[in-house]
């Protein structure tokens, strides 16, 4: 979609101030390095900096794929010796460079397909994929509607002042903030385990303000 829009803007100049993009917080830099990377199947090779770490390490990756989410662009790729997809975020990343070495992508592993019970970037194997039913209230039932939580989301039931949704997915960290974005007008149905936990952190959030 950014490109087109750049393309667009490029016989238009005179308005592209007016058109407004959201900002990222880094890493944009590192795109076509690592588009090109993908293309030619070129082990790239950075330093990068956890959010939890004050020291960097470097990493060596075969780059499969890129995503956007939250306003951040993410890496996608495979370490050498591992079996998995992991996953790096653009703006903790330091002096990416492009390596001599090629791979073979392993066609086994799907980049789109790693996120499909997840809501943003989060794949934590800590938590099951399963059903999940939410209580819309008032307004925010067209929200919801027009902008769903997750690809999975159907409509169950409706009423007067509310509307029921069920989704498949892992509710991990992403998704818990999701539904907590939204406030009072949302409401855990099941699984109980998650209803306990979205009413603990409500009740940690109101803590703050006493």
Same mark, same amino acid.
């Given at each position: 979609n950014g490109l087109a829009i750049d393309n667009q803007l490029m016989g238009n100049k005179a308005i592209a101030n007016r058109i407004m993009f959201e900002e990222t917080p880094g890493g944009t830099?590192?795109?076509?390095?690592?588009?090109?990377?993908?293309?030619?199947?070129?082990?790239?090779?950075?330093?990068?900096?956890?959010?939890?770490?004050?020291?960097s390490f470097e990493r060596s990756v075969e780059p499969y794929g890129l995503k956007q989410s939250g306003r951040r662009w993410y890496l996608i790729g495979k370490i050498p010796g591992f079996d998995k997809l992991s996953v790096f975020a653009l703006d903790r990343i330091e002096s990416l460079k492009q390596t001599n070495d090629t791979f073979t992508p392993d066609k086994s592993l799907n980049v789109n397909a790693l996120f499909d019970e997840v809501v943003g970037v989060n794949v934590d194997d800590d938590y099951d994929c399963e059903k999940v039913r939410l209580r819309v209230y008032g307004r925010q039932r067209a929200y919801v509607e027009s902008l769903p939580l997750h690809k999975s989301q159907r409509l169950v039931?409706?009423?007067?002042?509310?509307?029921?949704?069920? =989704?498949? %997915?892992? @509710?991990?960290? /992403?998704?818990?903030?999701?539904? =907590?974005? %939204?406030? @009072?007008?949302? /409401?855990?149905?099941?699984?109980?385990?998650?209803?306990?936990?979205i009413k603990w952190l409500t009740e940690e959030t109101a803590k703050r303000y006493q």
């Open positions: 830099e590192h795109l076509s390095p690592i588009i090109e990377a993908m293309a030619k199947c070129l082990i790239i090779k950075f330093e990068y900096r956890k959010f939890t770490n004050s020291e039931a409706h009423a007067k002042d509310h509307a029921d949704y069920e =989704l498949t %997915l892992r @509710p991990e960290y /992403e998704f818990q903030r999701s539904v =907590l974005a %939204l406030g @009072p007008d949302v /409401e855990i149905l099941s699984p109980q385990w998650l209803r306990e936990e």
